[in-house]
């Protein structure tokens, strides 16, 4: 055996280079996506979230983020986290199944299952690795997915990984759905998926009438309620809230990072399906432990969800204001009456440019395209949230006329 010191560690000028060809071939197609217009870099910010951001050196009003309540720096969140730190430290270098399940976990899982009324909760570390982990554990090769043509990719990559048939049914079409409920058989499950609140449309899922479908049809549901949770429904609960479903829907998942402000994610269900994903899920089998501070922010962002309701009504009324204001512009804006205003555009180098105009005059607001919504459906997308001001908008607004105008969108 040799010792430590005996193992010869390469300088760094003899580790070898990454292959030219492999280079070149990437090279080659990112040099493909410039030429599609398809190209992404990531862009500075120097401010914190909020209405205001500061990216690649401009400021400009913010209307490009999820913290649609305004908590990501919420005094108290900010204090809950920084308490957290000094209680249990920034990190807890476990997995949960090993030894990092501290009492914070279940104290917000408890508290995340009473928020849903479902029987249990489990935390995942992301809201991509909560879909993954789901639709991978409970699904398998004998069963069939249904699932909406713009549900988020962490629902798309879970389907992949679980290896089941995947019926994919037009955008919000009951009438195809039933069909194709009618035809599938299987000798396994059935799961019917959808997002709660869609993220690149805006517009939500007819969970009321998806739930009467798989109780017709013996199907299990599944929600991601990443962007209605805190938002939607009279208390805040949630897309189910809004349609009358609450606790109606199998599994639930969503992110925390969105309108709670924090991180991570939940999936809410019978407490058996949660057992069964404590053993079976790998993404959360084999990944290291939230950090403390992020699950008592996002203990107290719920406290903060029920007993400041003003912040859900600024939110409504600032997006009522926005959504007036586009209209009365000449934009085309979808009815779901929504935080989050898609702007269409149609081709991706359009939608970069309307990008660019805004940013030229203020405003940041991402141009969205393929492979993040189908192609040719390329879009700004807009978000409203409890934090903008009346002036704010009404100056996005003013960008937005002449922006939209410099690019022949109105
Ligand atoms: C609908 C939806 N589901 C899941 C996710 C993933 O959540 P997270 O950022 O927590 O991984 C996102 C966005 O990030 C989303 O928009």
Redesign the pocket.
């Known amino acids: 055996m040799t010792s430590a010191q005996d193992t010869k560690i390469p300088a760094a000028c003899e580790v070898p280079q990454l292959r030219d060809d492999l280079v070149e071939s990437l090279q080659r197609e990112l040099n493909g996506l410039k030429s599609e217009g398809l190209h992404r870099r990531l862009r500075q910010v120097d401010t914190l979230q909020g209405p205001r951001i500061r990216i690649d050196g401009k400021d400009a009003i913010h209307l490009a983020g999820s913290d649609y309540l305004g908590l990501a720096c919420h005094p108290r969140l900010k204090r809950a986290a920084c308490e957290a730190t000094m209680r249990y430290g920034c990190g807890v270098a476990a997995a949960r199944l090993i030894s990092g399940n501290h009492d914070l976990y279940p104290q917000l899982e408890t508290r995340l299952a009473r928020f849903k009324q479902a029987e249990a909760a489990l935390l995942f570390s992301?809201?991509?690795q909560a879909?993954l982990g789901v639709i991978s554990a409970l699904i398998d090769s004998h069963d069939v997915v249904f699932s909406d043509a713009l549900n988020?990719a962490?629902i798309v990559d879970g389907c992949r990984l679980s290896r089941a048939r995947f019926k994919i049914f037009p955008h919000n079409d009951l009438d195809t759905l039933a069909r194709l409920l009618e035809r599938e058989r299987s000798t396994g499950r059935r799961l019917i998926v959808v997002?709660g609140l869609y993220?690149m449309d805006g517009d939500v899922a007819p969970l009321a009438q998806i739930v009467k479908l798989a109780e017709r049809y013996d199907c299990l549901t599944m929600v991601?309620d990443?962007?209605g949770i805190g938002v939607l429904g009279e208390t805040g609960r949630g897309t189910a809230e809004a349609a009358g479903v609450l606790g109606r829907i199998d599994i639930e998942t969503g992110?925390l990072?969105k309108a709670l402000g924090g991180f991570?994610?939940y999936v809410v269900g019978r407490r058996t399906v949660i057992e069964y994903l404590v053993n079976r899920a790998r993404p959360f089998i084999f990944t290291c432990a939230m950090p403390p501070a992020v699950l008592a922010a996002v203990l107290e962002a719920l406290d903060v969800v029920e007993q400041e309701p003003e912040r859900r009504q600024r939110l409504w009324d600032n997006t009522r204001h926005m959504r007036a204001g586009l209209h009365e512009i000449g934009f085309e804006v979808s009815p779901s009456g929504t935080q989050i205003i898609p702007l269409m555009v149609g081709e991706p180098e359009r939608a970069m440019r309307f990008c660019q105009e805004l940013l030229d005059r203020g405003v940041f607001a991402q141009g969205i395209r393929y492979p993040s919504v189908p192609r040719g459906t390329e879009r700004i997308r807009l978000t409203v949230t409890a934090s903008h001001s009346k002036a704010d908008l009404d100056t996005a607004l003013t960008a937005l006329d002449e922006a939209g105008r410099a690019i022949q969108l109105i």
């Open positions: 992301t809201g991509y879909n988020h962490s997002d993220s991601d990443s962007h992110s990072a991570g994610a």
